[in-house]
């Protein structure tokens, strides 16, 4: 919760213990300490501070966002540079923020703009530099003022500020109440597809695609990006500014539109002349950090990239790409999937030949985690079985809740049972798809597993999941865990951090233990692929793969449509570099099965 307006108390100052005993004042949880990164890094883009220092702040913030062990305890036990994107600097920061409960430099810098600048920066049309040109030549310091400024024509004594810039900053902040923080990728995504669909059928337009986040598949956006290739631009921003789904324009261009759709989200559109198209897509994918590391090759090699085109240094001559592996190709990288467009390390891969083969969602066989109507599914196991296999699924394991779930939908060992026979009842009259019996059985909060050992080991899959107890130590949490990696008739952990995107964040979880623990007891994890979870997040998933523990992509499908989602689940398992061979349930069902045993035999 951010602090009253005109509050200088940190935001989510807590306690926590230090490695050296005492008591410190900084955040206590990771989603706190990346806040204070966060806020610095706008802060920094706000004083106009160069790109590559802002970046370094907000990839600490991601790094900080995305790490489930304690980042406050990695920094007072000196480990805190284990982590990427953590040098000298953000070390120093991170401890000055335990000890202190906030840092030097973002209280001199909360000292000189208004904390409301850096939500007014974030409005359509406006940005860092006007905002802080509103703030030093009007005084507009948050929404309220900024609306006085347009209604009293304050605004037009701002340089640079007319009319134009009056009306359409006007209605961006009548927009702007309706607009999420960010929205979960399962939501934006069919709005997206929907209106890129509509772009490609106006007149001109001879390519379109989504950008930005959305098509580098992270699991929340902030807004929708869209760009076009058009033998007449104006025509096609005239003709999207007027679809049904367009709230109102925000901002307009020759070559952009910025609009509000009905739904909430905020969306821009980029249109250019189709031989610079591949430019566009390749600038506008993202993400920052990505295309600055990649204008810092291209420089070196005696070019400059910008989103029409890429120009040698030397003699000015300019060349444009219809499609972006042109500009890759330029400077000498193989292209690189979006998914990976993050600057961790594709760009080196691209160079040296050693990018993955990633996964594609046609790659999956199976599916591991499926409920029905036994437990809190909503439809019966042969329509979802039909529906598995209508969508190309060789086989599916029935994963009900087991009796300690609550809610009355967990079923008891004797239903458990029953359901095993029905199972396979149902089996023998289905052709084209197998089913298979599990459960996915709680790991409670005392670490005991939910079913007898003598019921698991009837069962063909096994998947064990925390459901309760999500505020316990990591002390607390691990032994859970651990105690279900240690269980040799448990074959997967399922959604291993319990993370809700946007709802509830991850319990305390040590991941460099858990692959670890995966590894070695040959346990798989799994990438949870309903899109409200994600979990394991891309960068957890890469950790798993390169500790050498194998994962499944998984639909946790409580209906018939819920297999749609895996979709989802590739996306965030391509974000963590996972190829095939990665992923358990590529596997065709006599090698799953083979592999089950073996793993099962070894841990007994």
């Not at 953000?90 to 923020?97: F, G, N, R, S, T």
């Not at 979802?384 to 939908?409: K, N, P, T």
């Not at 305390?508 to 007891?521: H, P, S």
Request: contains cysteine; proline residues 4%.
């Amino acid at each position: 919760m951010r602090p009253a307006e005109g509050s200088a108390e940190p935001l989510g100052v807590g306690e926590v213990h230090s490695a050296r005993g005492d008591v410190a004042a900084g955040p206590s949880s990771n989603a706190e300490v990346a806040r204070h990164f966060q806020m610095l890094a706008d802060y920094l883009s706000l004083e106009g501070a160069s790109v590559y220092r802002t970046l370094a702040y907000q990839r600490a913030a991601d790094t900080f966002r995305d790490h489930s062990t304690s980042v406050a305890r990695l920094a007072t036990e000196g480990r805190l540079r284990d982590l990427p994107a953590v040098g000298d600097a953000i070390e120093a920061k991170v401890l000055e923020l335990v000890d202190t409960g906030t840092m030097r430099a973002l209280e001199e810098l909360r000292a000189r703009f208004p904390e409301t600048l850096l939500e007014l920066m974030r409005l359509p049309g406006v940005g860092p530099k006007t905002a802080r040109r509103l703030y030093e030549t009007i005084g507009v310091t948050d929404l309220g003022t900024l609306r006085l400024a347009i209604d009293t024509g304050d605004l037009l004594k701002v340089p640079g500020m007319g009319e134009k810039s009056r009306g359409r900053l006007r209605q961006a902040v009548e927009a702007l109440p309706t607009r999420p923080e960010r929205s979960l990728l399962g939501v934006v995504e069919p709005q997206a597809v929907a209106l890129l669909h509509a772009l490609r059928a106006l007149p001109g337009v001879t390519a379109a695609d989504v950008a930005g986040s959305l098509r580098r598949r992270r699991s929340t956006s902030r807004d929708v990006d869209l760009v076009a290739a058009s033998t007449d631009p104006e025509q096609t921003l005239e003709g999207f500014a007027v679809m049904p789904e367009v709230a109102g324009v925000a901002e307009r261009g020759g070559t952009k539109l910025v609009v509000g759709l009905h739904s909430g989200l905020n969306l821009d559109l980029r249109v250019v002349a189709p031989a610079s198209y591949g430019d566009l897509l390749q600038h506008s994918t993202g993400s920052a950090a990505h295309n600055v590391a990649l204008r810092a090759l291209a420089q070196k090699r005696g070019f400059k990239i910008s989103e029409y085109t890429v120009e040698e240094t030397t003699t000015g001559r300019a060349h444009r790409f219809a499609e972006e592996d042109g500009v890759y190709s330029l400077l000498g990288l193989a292209w690189i999937p979006p998914e990976l467009r993050e600057d961790r390390g594709e760009i080196q891969a691209a160079a040296g030949g050693s990018l993955p083969r990633l996964l594609e969602l046609d790659d999956l066989r199976g599916d591991l985690h499926v409920h029905s109507d036994w437990s809190d599914g909503r439809a019966g196991m042969r329509e979802m079985a039909i529906a598995a296999r209508d969508l190309g699924l060789e086989y599916i394991c029935f994963s009900d809740h087991s009796q300690s779930l609550g809610m009355g939908v967990g079923l008891t060992p004797d239903q458990v049972r029953s359901q095993i026979a029905a199972i396979r009842e149902l089996d023998a009259t289905l052709d084209g798809i197998t089913l298979l019996t599990g459960t996915e059985v709680d790991i409670l909060a005392d670490g005991r597993i939910d079913l007898p050992d003598d019921l698991l080991v009837e069962l063909d899959f096994v998947t064990a999941s925390i459901h309760s107890g999500f505020s316990q130590s990591s002390e607390q949490i691990m032994r859970r865990l651990n105690a279900a990696l240690e269980n040799p008739h448990v074959d997967a952990i399922g959604h291993p951090t319990g993370r809700l995107l946007t709802r509830r964040a991850p319990y305390e979880v040590d991941i460099e233990a858990l692959v670890r623990g995966a590894a070695r007891t040959r346990t798989i994890l799994e990438i949870n692929a309903a899109y409200h979870r994600l979990d394991l997040s891309a960068p957890h998933a890469r950790m798993a793969k390169d500790a050498g523990a194998l994962l499944t992509v998984s639909s946790d499908a409580h209906d018939p449509l819920g297999f749609t989602l895996l979709r989802y689940g590739v996306g965030e398992a391509r974000r963590g570099w996972l190829e095939a061979s990665d992923v358990l349930n590529t596997r065709p069902l006599a090698e799953v099965r083979a592999w089950l045993e073996t793993s099962r035999s070894s841990g007994s």
